[in-house]
């Protein structure tokens, strides 16, 4: 028996199918993938740390509810309008232009219902606005 010893051919490995192939995956999962937006975004406002709550003598407590509802130094507001915080704002600042107004904001309030608070200071003239904030040590609890 004789058995035939010729040179032999080394196969090739065709990549271009593999390319292909990796071309439609890349395709398929820049497709699928979702993107996150930025009003889906999860947001945890600020703490600050403070020695002591300042005791303004003159002072204009305004709290903003999670759903935007108002109460001024612990007189709620039926009303939502600028116009309508604006007077409460005028007749709770004792200490006329002088008075401080510190907004008391929960954080899931709609940003709006605190602007709406600056602007009815604004209206009223009176210009020192604050913004409560809990301590780093009462944020944990």
């Known amino acids: 028996m004789q058995f035939r010893h010729g040179a032999r051919d080394e196969p090739e490995i065709n990549l271009i199918p593999f390319i292909d192939v990796l071309l439609v995956v890349l395709i398929f999962l820049m497709l699928s993938t979702t993107y996150s937006k930025f009003t889906e975004m999860q947001l945890r406002l600020p703490t600050a740390d403070v020695d002591a709550q300042r005791d303004y003598p003159k002072e204009v407590i305004v709290a903003v509810s999670a759903d935007g509802r108002y109460v001024i130094n612990k007189s709620p507001l039926a009303d939502r ?60 609890h």
Request: cysteine-free; glycine content about 8%.
């Open 81 to 140: 309008s600028v116009d309508t915080v604006a007077a409460a704002l005028g007749a709770a600042a004792t200490g006329g232009k002088d008075s401080v107004v510190i907004i008391s904001a929960d954080a899931a309030s709609p940003h709006q219902a605190v602007v709406t608070v600056m602007e009815a200071a604004r209206r009223a003239g009176l210009m020192q606005i604050t913004f409560a904030a809990q301590s780093t040590a009462q944020a944990g």
